[in-house]
């Protein structure tokens, strides 16, 4: 398993229920072993197996329950 550490920023969140959203959808990918979901930063931090899954697909998984990416930083 090669793990990485993506910290996914996207438009500000409005509700607090976006939070326990958007950490079920990502965390249901295959490969993804931690999500935490930052309210006040809107900073979506993901622990990841970069063999198993590409930021592109958490990207685009968190951009479809409405919230766009507009940056992504990732560390392995």
Do not use: N
Not at 15 to 33: D, L, M
Not at 58 to 74: E, H, N
């Amino acid at each position: 398993m090669d793990k990485a550490t993506g910290t996914f920023r996207t438009e500000p969140f409005t509700c607090p229920s976006c939070v326990k959203k958007i950490e079920g959808a990502v965390q249901r990918i295959p490969g993804v072993s931690k999500v935490h979901v930052g309210f006040a930063t809107s900073k979506v931090t993901v622990t990841f197996d970069d063999a198993a899954v590409a930021p592109d697909a958490i990207t685009a998984r968190i951009s479809t329950l409405g919230y766009p990416v507009t940056s992504v930083q990732i560390t392995k």
